[in-house]
Each structure stands twice: as structure tokens, then as C-alpha cells.
């Protein structure tokens, strides 16, 4: 079901009707057309209309962070700075795209970046804004076609975006969404027009794009979730670690795929960090995602609130301890209290699966050794962030961490210039930076040419 359900009031403001199969192929058509015509602009028209995305962006940006916090229920001011990092990754790749797709020289061969045609992006509604404008830009720059077929909770934020790439002077049609369910996805990916696709989004679902892409022989690239762990050694800067866990793992209300998701502390300065975590917990505030002085806002739907329920108390049965007991609150909408987890059994789902929501998982241990084995137990390798002033533990955990990025005494976050993406059951490929501009191209090598 297509459908705005605000998850702060629970009350369902809009419905949307699929497109049909015939709509669908339609727009396929016009989509093709449209990248013929773009496929042969100058970099300079392109990133033109990369600049005028920017601009539109953050005269309106206010407007659009509200619609998000309608939707999915994001807190205004996170809603906000979204739309500010979309601008700062239009900028990045209006002034750099040219330059790293420049054609260049192998022995006697020229290496070319061609476009590949019209590519699908599969997307998520936990950051609405930013996932799509961090896949399509550097897409559209390199002379594709994109076709959104976005989250169905967050029917309107996927509109106003198509609305913003042709008001920005893209090719009519260059840029669409496509308003269907996911089991429209199959017949799109397996349409000739379709080059390419890429996913972001849970397992189940890159798993299930990537084999209907294979059965197509199509190129694909999959940004799935994450475990994230927290390493808190003992010569970190224990208030800077604290504070910076409890932002890490609450951002977004706990739903981002490198939010940190388990905090693994040397029992040296356990107690001492797990008090300071509890404090910056205890201050938070679950609220009205509107009004600027709650950091929580409620969960984005009742369904991620009923998993992460369920999750919670599994983990709870299996022996956890809780140290606070937050859990899901009376009332309209769908909010979540902050919840702290400690002593987990490692067969619990805290400690296999990715828990999408305000809970801290804690766990005590007491070499290097035991720290990355942890860090390493879950199916997932996303993003890891490590806290010590130690160099010889630096790059211990540098070179054993399974993951696509990992932050030293910082948190995990990502760049318009940097190269981002996961291994194992985080996904493959990488988005951003000069992988995510070259991901969806022809890399075509021509001998003979001057
Ligand atoms: P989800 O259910 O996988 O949905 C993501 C998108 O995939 C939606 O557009 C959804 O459409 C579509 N989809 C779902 N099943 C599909 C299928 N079988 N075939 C084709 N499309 C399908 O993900 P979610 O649970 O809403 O989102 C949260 C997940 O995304 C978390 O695991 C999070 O870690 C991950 N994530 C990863 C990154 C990253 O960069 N690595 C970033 C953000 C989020 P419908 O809405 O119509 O079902």
C-alpha cells in the first residue's frame, strides 16, 4: 500500500494508487528517450542542473524536511541538515564529475566512461532525501537515466524529488518515480530499458534484486543494513567516546544503516563508560519530531516498532539485562522510549541481527583479540568505529575489521567525496566518491583512437 501514515499522530493522510504495468512501460519509453538526448550533453550542461538541484534544495529546504518528518517522522532538525548534505553532494559532483570520468591512457588504449542507459534505484524511506540525491546525481552525471521506485511510506517525499530534477532543467523525464510496490520490481529490472539497478534497503530485498538482476545479466549495486560495532578501548577519551556513542546510535531514532549498533568496552573502563552512556541517555527526549527539543521522534512505521519489540524482549528472555527499560509508549503514534541492553547472550537478536531502533547494546570484554572477534561475530560489515589512542591497536583493528569504513575516535558517517558501501550481508559496490560516479558506466577501452 502507497500511502502517507504520519508516525507521529498514526493517522493515515494520503493514499496513492500503483501504476499500472502499461504506466510503467510508458514511462520506460519517455525515460529512454529522454537519456538519448541527455547521454550526448557536455558535463557542464550536466552539472548546471546539478548546481540548480543544489540551489532549489536549499531555498526550499525547510518545506522538504517538513515532509519528510510527515512521513517517516524524522526529527525537523535532522530533516534539515539532510537536505543541506543533499545540496553539499550536488556541489561535489557539479565540480568534480567531469574530472572523474575523464577519459585516460593505458599503454596504447584510451579508457572511456560511457553512460550504460536508464539505471533503477530500489530505496529506503530512513533518510528520503539523501539516498536518492547520493545515487541519482552522479547517475544522471554520467549521462544515465534514473528511475525511482522509492519506499511506499514516503509517497510524497518521492514525488517533490522528481519535481525538483526536472525544475532544475534535466531533460524532461530523465529523472521519474514510479509509484509501485515492490513486487512490481521484477518486470522493471527484467525490461530491456533497464541497464543497471541499485538497492538500499534490508537483505531480503538486496538479495531479491540482485537475483532477478542476475537472471538479467545486469549490474548492480547493493547498500543493505548494518551492525555496526563501537570499540571503546582504554586509552580513549572516555567522555568524547560516550558522548559521541549515544549520538551515533540515536541519530535518525536509532534507524540508520551505520547508526552504532553495539558498544563493545574493555572491562578496564567499562563501568566508567556505561555511566556516562546511561547519562547521555537519561537526557534525552522522545517527542513531537517538530518541535526542536526532542532528539527522538517516533519510529518510522508500526511495523518497525512491532519488530523491534519483539526483538528487544527475545533478547530480554534470552538472559539480557536491562539497564534502562524504554520500549514502545501509550498514546498515538508510534514512539519508542530509549532502551540499554547489557549482558547479552550472543545467540540473542541484539547480537545477530541489526536492531533498528533507540537500543544500545553494551558488551564487556577484555583483550583486543575478544573486541574484533565481537566486532566481526554478525553477518554484517557496514561501518565500524574504533576509540583508542593507541597506534599498534589502530591499525590491529584496521586491518581485522570486516567492514567498508571504520572511523577512529569519531563516528561513522558518510561524504560526497568518499567511497561508501559495505561487505558480507552489508552489500557490495560502493556509492559516492569516484567508485559511486564510475559504478553505473560502460568503462569502454578503445585502441586506435588519437
Ligand atoms: P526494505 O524493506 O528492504 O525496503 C527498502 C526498499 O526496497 C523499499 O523501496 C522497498 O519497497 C523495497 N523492497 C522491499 N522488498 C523488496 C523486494 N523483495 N524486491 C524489490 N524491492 C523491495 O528496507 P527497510 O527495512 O524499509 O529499510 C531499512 C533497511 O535499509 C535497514 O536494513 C537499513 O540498514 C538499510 N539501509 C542501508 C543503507 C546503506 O547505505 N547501506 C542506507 C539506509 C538503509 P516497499 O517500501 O514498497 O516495501
Known amino acids: 500500500m502507497i500511502q502517507t501514515q504520519n508516525p507521529t499522530t498514526g493517522v493515515v493522510e494520503r493514499h496513492f494508487t500503483s501504476l499500472t504495468p502499461?504506466?510503467?512501460?510508458?514511462a520506460l519509453d519517455r525515460a529512454d528517450m529522454a537519456q538519448r538526448s541527455h547521454k550526448t550533453?557536455?558535463?557542464?550542461?550536466?552539472?548546471?542542473?546539478?548546481?540548480?538541484?543544489?540551489?532549489?534544495?536549499?531555498?526550499?529546504?525547510n518545506h522538504y524536511a517538513a515532509l519528510m518528518t510527515r512521513e517517516m517522522g524524522k526529527p525537523l532538525t535532522q530533516a534539515v541538515a539532510e537536505v543541506e548534505k543533499c545540496a553539499a553532494a550536488c556541489a561535489y559532483y557539479a565540480a568534480e564529475g567531469e574530472s572523474l570520468l575523464a577519459p585516460r591512457r593505458e599503454k596504447n588504449a584510451l579508457i572511456r566512461y560511457d553512460p550504460l542507459g536508464l539505471i533503477l534505484g530500489v530505496m529506503p524511506w530512513n533518510f528520503p532525501f539523501w539516498q536518492v540525491i547520493r545515487c541519482a546525481v552522479p547517475v544522471l552525471m554520467a549521462g544515465n537515466g534514473f528511475l525511482l521506485k522509492h519506499a511506499s511510506n514516503?509517497?510524497?517525499?518521492?514525488?517533490?524529488?522528481?519535481?525538483?530534477?526536472?525544475?532544475?532543467?534535466?531533460i524532461p523525464n530523465l529523472f521519474q518515480t514510479l509509484l509501485v510496490e515492490k513486487e512490481a520490481v521484477a518486470a522493471i529490472i527484467a525490461d530491456d530499458r533497464i541497464r543497471g539497478a541499485t538497492l538500499t534497503g534490508s537483505e531480503a530485498a538486496g538479495a531479491s534484486l540482485a537475483s532477478l538482476a542476475g537472471a538479467a545479466l545486469k549490474p548492480t549495486v547493493l547498500e543493505l543494513g548494518g551492525s555496526d560495532p563501537f570499540i571503546i578501548m582504554p586509552s580513549a577519551d572516555l567522555d568524547r567516546a560516550a558522548e559521541a556513542a549515544v549520538q551515533a546510535r540515536m541519530l535518525n531514532t536509532g534507524q540508520s544503516c551505520i547508526a552504532a549498533k553495539r558498544f563493545v568496552i574493555h572491562s578496564d573502563v567499562y563501568d566508567a563508560v556505561v555511566q556516562r552512556i546511561l547519562a547521555h541517555v537519561d537526557a534525552l527526549s522522545v517527542g513531537d519530531p517538530l518541535d526542536p527539543r526532542h532528539n527522538l521522534g517516533p519510529l518510522a512505521t508500526q511495523g518497525i516498532r512491532a519488530g523491534l519489540t519483539h526483538d528487544v524482549k527475545a533478547t530480554l528472555a534470552a538472559g539480557a539485562k536491562a539497564l534502562r527499560t524504554g520500549g514502545p509508549t501509550d498514546g498515538p503514534g508510534f514512539f519508542y522510549a530509549p532502551t540499554v541492553l547489557a549482558e547479552i547472550p550472543m545467540d540473542a537478536p541484539a547480537a545477530r541481527k541489526e536492531l533498528f531502533g533507540p537500543v544500545v547494546?553494551?558488551?564487556?570484554?577484555?583483550?583486543?583479540?575478544?573486541?574484533?572477534?565481537?566486532?566481526?561475530?554478525?553477518?554484517?560489515?557496514?561501518?565500524?568505529?574504533v576509540w583508542t589512542h593507541d597506534e599498534t591497536e589502530k591499525?590491529?583493528?584496521?586491518?581485522?575489521?570486516?567492514?567498508?569504513?571504520?572511523?577512529?575516535?569519531?563516528?561513522?558517517?558518510?561524504?560526497?567525496?568518499?567511497?561508501?558501501?559495505?561487505?558480507?550481508?552489508?552489500?557490495?559496490?560502493?556509492?559516492l566518491g569516484p567508485e559511486g560516479i564510475r559504478s553505473f558506466t560502460n568503462m569502454k577501452t578503445l585502441r586506435g583512437l588519437s
Open 22 to 26: 502499461h504506466q510503467v512501460s510508458v
Open 395 to 431: 591499525n590491529f583493528f584496521a586491518d581485522g575489521l570486516d567492514a567498508g569504513s571504520i572511523t577512529m575516535n569519531g563516528m561513522v558517517r558518510s561524504d560526497p567525496a568518499l567511497p561508501f558501501g559495505g561487505v558480507k550481508a552489508s552489500g557490495y559496490g560502493r556509492e
Open 154 to 170: 514516503v509517497p510524497q517525499c518521492a514525488l517533490a524529488i522528481q519535481d525538483l530534477f526536472a525544475a532544475a532543467g534535466f
Open 41 to 61: 550533453t557536455s558535463f557542464s550542461q550536466r552539472g548546471a542542473c546539478v548546481t540548480q538541484l543544489a540551489a532549489l534544495l536549499l531555498a526550499e529546504k
Open 361 to 385: 547494546s553494551l558488551y564487556r570484554i577484555a583483550t583486543q583479540d575478544e573486541a574484533l572477534a565481537l566486532a566481526n561475530s554478525t553477518p554484517y560489515g557496514l561501518g565500524a568505529s
